[in-house]
């Protein structure tokens, strides 16, 4: 994966800035096992969140975040149960790990000599969750499904470390950080219709719950008080940022040609309608509604052996943010513009 966000301050006193060069490489592993006509297994590890941001450390919202890194992996184990010909039923469970790395500028305006420390923020988290899903195929032309997966809450532990803090390092010894982030319920439901024996078409619509996401507490060790010509108050404290994110909403469709016997085209398209408001618009994780054409094929080795590659453009809506940070009453407001590129290898194997 390959992103590409540019910002544009509203006030036109900047010039347009744009994020580091950065490549994530989410992996995935999936793996299936029919124990006879009606029972089956699978497990998958795979990453379904994992996202970030990274600006030059000098730029004009360094304050408000520099680095921000959120990776999670899953590990879902599945069963499922053919009741008949026409319908199947599946659960799974899943253990999720994550981990996040934040970093932004710490200014502290005293006169005459103005501080412009650092904070870091690394830790991990652990949750679990569930899932389950339901296929209908009332003939062989045309199929019905529909999945759940729960709303997970991570729980988040690591280490807060400023630095730069010129005479003021003893006002921030830093310490143990925590924080909760939630990964929204998802629902998913689609159908797929088989034209004829080579081309199927297949379209679905999704739901994701991050209306579940109000607030983001990162929680710190209280600091010693500060001194009276800085309010006297301690520096170092928890922080508390409103979210309150609006559900997404997501449609795809798309249709898969197999245009010989070893090979299979595909193609689709996604229309993206983002959950969160411009208002919480921040360059942490800018984010606006998209669309993401696509197109891909599958060849088959031989008989055990499968290759396929896909290539998707994330092409995101122009969007102005009205954002206002955390304990400000200034708006940091401006234009983002963002694109994705992301390209997909994978290689299936049946023993």
């Known amino acids: 994966m390959l992103p590409s966000t540019k ?12 994020q580091e060069d950065q490549m994530y490489t989410p992996p995935n592993l999936y793996g299936t096992y029919t124990i006879d006509t009606k029972w089956a297994v699978g497990i998958g590890v ?7 941001s990274e600006w030059k450390n000098d730029w004009i919202g360094s304050a408000i975040a520099v680095k921000t890194e959120v990776q999670t992996f899953y590990i879902n184990p599945t069963v ?11 659960v799974g469970f899943s253990y999720i790990y994550g981990s996040v790395d934040l970093s932004k500028r710490v200014p502290i305006p005293i006169p005459g000599a103005p501080i412009n420390g650092t ?20 003939s062989e032309k045309i199929s019905f499904g529909a999945s759940y997966r729960s709303l997970t809450k991570l729980d988040f532990s690591g280490d807060a470390v400023f630095s730069d803090m010129g005479s003021l ?9 925590k924080a909760t982030l939630p990964m929204p319920a998802n629902i998913f439901v689609g159908a797929a219709y ?37 309010g006297g108050q301690p520096l170092q ?28 085209l595909r193609a689709g398209v996604i229309y993206d309608i983002t959950g969160q408001p ?19 094929l599958g060849y088959k080795l031989n008989d055990n052996l499968g290759v396929d590659v896909a290539y998707m453009i994330v092409l995101f809506s122009e969007r102005t943010s009205s954002f206002v940070p955390t304990g400000s009453t200034t708006p940091f407001g401006g234009t983002y513009n963002s694109t994705a590129h992301l390209f997909s290898l994978d290689i299936s194997y049946k023993f």
């Open 7 to 18: 910002f544009k301050h509203s006030s036109g006193a900047f010039p347009e800035i744009e």
């Open 46 to 52: 795979f990453t379904p969140y994992g996202l970030g």
């Open 80 to 90: 499922s149960y053919k009741i008949s010909d026409q319908l199947s039923v599946g």
């Open 119 to 138: 904070l870091k923020l690394d830790g991990t988290g652990t949750g679990y969750g569930f899932n389950a899903g339901i296929l209908y195929k009332p």
């Open 169 to 177: 390092q003893g006002l921030f010894p830093g310490g143990s950080g």
């Open 194 to 230: 088989k034209i004829s024996d080579n081309l199927t078409v297949e379209a679905d619509i999704q739901f994701v719950g991050w209306s579940s996401y109000k607030e983001l507490v990162i929680g710190l060790p209280t600091g010693p008080a500060a001194p009276a010509q800085l």
């Open 237 to 264: 404290k928890s922080q508390t940022q409103v979210k309150n994110w609006d559900d997404g909403y997501l449609g795809r469709v798309g249709a898969e040609y197999q245009c010989c016997q070893n090979l299979t």
């Open 278 to 296: 411009a208002s919480k618009m921040e360059p942490m994780l800018p984010d606006a509604d998209r669309i993401d054409p696509s197109l891909g």
